[in-house]
Structures are given as C-alpha cells and as structure tokens.
C-alpha cells in the first residue's frame, strides 16, 4: 500500500447503504416501512404466531408443524439450566454492573462450562442455537432474582420459552394479555437486518470463533445507547417529564440544545418502523391496565412533537420502553430483554455465515501522514 493507493479512496461513513453480505434471515424495507423474516411481514407473523415459532423460522428457514414445535418448545425448556458456577459468577457480580455487562460475561463464562464450545461440526452447532437461547434467558432472570435477594424460579415444562421468562423472572405466572404482549415484543425483536450487533457478531463469526465468542461480540456492541441500550434512555426521559402539559418545552429545549431523542430515528427506515405501530398499541393497553395512562400520553404526545418538528418516526425502542415498564422489568434490563430476543437472530446470521463463510476484512483510507522519521527516544526530550 503507497501514498497513490490511497488516492480516490473515500470511505463510507457508518457504512451506509453498503450491501456487506447476504441473509436470509430478515429484510428492512425502510421506504414502505417493512420488516420480512424469512419472506413473512412481521406484523402477519405478530398476528397468527408465537416467538418460539419465528425462532423456528429463523434457524430452519420454515414455520414448524405442531408436533415440531412441541418437541422444539420442550427442547428450549430443558436447556434452560445454568451450570451453578455461571450462577455463582452472577452472584459474584457487584450490585451496580449494568445487567447487559452482566449478561455479556456468564455468556463469556458458558464457554467454558459448554463441553462443546469449541466443537464446530454443524451438530452441535445446532444443540448450541437451542442451549444458549436458552441459557441467555435465564441468565436475565436470574440475575434479577438474585440481586433481588429473591430465590431463582426453575422453569415450568408447561410453558414456552417466553412465558418461561416472565415466570422465571417476576416468580409469578404471566395473565394472557401479558403473555401476548411480551411474546410480540421478544417476536418484533428478533432480527433486523445487517445492524451494528449482528454485524459485530458475523465479523466475530467471519474468523471462525465460536458462537459463544460471537454472542458475546453482539451483547457488547448491543448494549450503545444508540443500538439497543436507547430503550433505557426513553425511561429516563419520560421519568424526567411529570405531565403531559410538559412534553412541548421539553422536546423544544433538546432539540434547541442539539440533543437527540432516544427511541426515535433510523438509519433504514424512513417511515414509521412498523415494530414501533405494534408496540404502541401494547404500549396503551398495558399503561392503561397498570394505572399509567398519564405515561402513555406523554410517550405519545412525544411522538407528535418530534414528528412535527424533526420529521423523525419512533422506532422500536420507544414503545418498548413502557410496554416493559408496564409489565414489571426494571428499566436497567430493558436491553438484556431485547439482547434475549435478538439472541436468536444473531445466532441464525452467525449459522449463516459458518455455512458459506469468507473472512470479514474491509479496508479503510490512511489518514496518518508519510515519511516521518523516527527519533530516538533518547531524543525526544
Ligand atoms: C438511530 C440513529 C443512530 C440513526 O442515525 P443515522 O442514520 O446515523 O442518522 P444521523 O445521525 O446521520 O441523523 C440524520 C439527521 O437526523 C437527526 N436525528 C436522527 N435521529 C435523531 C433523534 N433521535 N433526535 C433528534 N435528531 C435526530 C440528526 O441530528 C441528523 O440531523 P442533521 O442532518 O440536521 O444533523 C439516530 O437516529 C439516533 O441517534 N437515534 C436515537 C437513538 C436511538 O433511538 N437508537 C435506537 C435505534 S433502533
């Protein structure tokens, strides 16, 4: 590489509209406000499908049959055990680690509990995809659980892998209308294209690490406040807004200041995020059933203001922020449930990439001058 190899090079900031790859798993379509898995629109599959159903998709490339999907949902249960040193690794964790740098290392440490983490034949790669969805679940409630001074819930065999979470996570059995709820969420959650996680996690996957070197990647790049941790920061805005009558002059005053609104704007879309119309309806039933009313009418007075002044459409992480609220997550593990989710897309990209891999090595324009000469540091002065 010389001074002219440079020359004409331009590099595409934040990789923008590069094509990087190709997937199956999911499709944005950010003019007509689309999301497809694996040819199905997301809403059609919110409507008439469960989580587990679409994680079936993602990893096999069809909708299961009912006695598929009895024997995968027994599957995801029966791997939902920790071996007791990553439970102890999680009790060990200071009380005020962030939950997704929690999550990031007792994923870190199954890999070496896992006998077979480092064994890359495409059979245990599958048994991996099931075990660490699995796993990654109860890593979040249970880690709630203890640092709540609370005992851990064991899985119960009659319930899928979501209504398994909430269990598992508030000790109490989820009502239908909470389990419809939160399965659309972890479902709207799934995959979303080539965005920065699952990027990171093919790259990581690109030199033949293992899935759980991969996972972790994704946990660790998840966690921005401009990726998934923006959902927390919708919270802490709402909690900084005590009235509706509020909502203008607080808007106004970001916006003059130069700041962003969390949970709004996308680098694909550029109508509304279709996640986001779902989310909100659920956003109003569930404010509205746990006496917080008054919070979904500041969420959705925020969104007619930043509309109107920014042309910006919410986008996932905004209703996700009060439909989890409203459901009894604490704020600081809104982003470990959306890594729980997206869990299962990572892990169909990062299949996908094993199964027609070439090494991800882009280059870059050298910016660091020519010709200087070394001094001695003896030198230097
Ligand atoms: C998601 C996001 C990072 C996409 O960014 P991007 O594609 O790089 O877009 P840009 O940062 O180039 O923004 C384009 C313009 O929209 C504005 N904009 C984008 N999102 C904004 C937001 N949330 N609030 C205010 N302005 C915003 C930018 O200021 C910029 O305006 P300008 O051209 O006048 O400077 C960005 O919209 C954002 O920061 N959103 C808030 C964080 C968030 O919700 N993340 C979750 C994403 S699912």
């Known amino acids: 590489m ?18 990087a790859g190709e997937t199956r798993v999911s499709y944005v379509d950010g003019v007509n406000g689309m999301l497809i ?27 299961p049959t009912r006695s598929e999907l009895a024997s995968f949902r027994a599957r995801l249960v029966s791997e939902m055990r920790l071996p007791s040193q990553v439970i102890s690794m999680i009790r060990l964790a200071p009380a005020g680690a962030h939950p997704m740098d929690v999550l990031r290392t007792a994923v870190s440490a199954l ?67 909470e389990k419809k709820a939160f399965d659309q969420l972890l479902l709207l959650h799934l995959d979303h294209g080539f965005n920065a996680s699952t990027f990171a996690a093919r790259v990581t996957a690109s030199t ?29 805005m709402l909690d900084e807004i005590d009235h509706v009558d509020m909502v203008d002059s607080y ?11 969390m949970g709004f704007g996308h680098r694909v879309y550029r109508v509304e995020d279709p ?36 042309g910006i459409y919410p986008n996932v992480d905004f209703y996700s922020a009060t439909v989890q609220h409203a459901l009894g997550i604490p704020r600081q593990y809104f982003t470990t449930l959306f890594a729980a989710s997206r869990t299962a897309g990572w892990l169909a990209h990062v299949m996908e990439q094993y199964a027609d891999n070439r090494l991800i090595r882009p280059t870059s324009k050298y910016i660091g001058g020519w010709n200087r000469k070394v001094v001695p540091i003896a030198e230097r002065g």
């Open 251 to 261: 808007i106004q005053g970001m916006l003059d200041n130069g700041k962003r609104i």
């Open 275 to 310: 996640r986001a119309r779902v989310l909100r309806h659920w956003s109003e039933r569930l404010c509205h059933r746990a006496a917080m009313a008054d919070l979904y009418a500041i969420s959705h007075r925020i969104e007619q203001v930043v509309l109107a002044q920014k």
């Open 111 to 177: 890999s070496m509990f896992d006998p077979e983490s480092g064994d890359m034949s495409p059979a245990a790669n599958e048994r991996k995809l099931v075990r660490l969805l699995a796993q990654v679940m109860t890593i979040i409630a249970d880690m709630h659980r203890v640092r709540s001074n609370e005992s851990v819930v064991s899985p119960d065999p009659g319930l899928d892998i979501g209504d398994n979470f909430l269990y598992m996570f508030r000790g109490r059995q989820p009502d239908e209308e």
């Open 208 to 236: 033949l690490a293992d899935m759980h070197a991969a996972l972790a990647t994704a946990i660790g790049t998840l966690k921005g406040s401009l990726h998934g941790g923006a959902n927390e920061r919708v919270m802490e």
């Open 2 to 19: 010389s001074q002219n190899d440079q020359e004409g090079k331009a590099p595409v900031r934040g990789l923008q509209d590069v094509v």
């Open 37 to 63: 898995y694996n040819g199905y629109d997301v809403r059609e599959l919110a409507e008439h499908t469960t989580f587990d159903e679409v994680v079936y998709l993602s990893w096999y490339g069809q909708l």
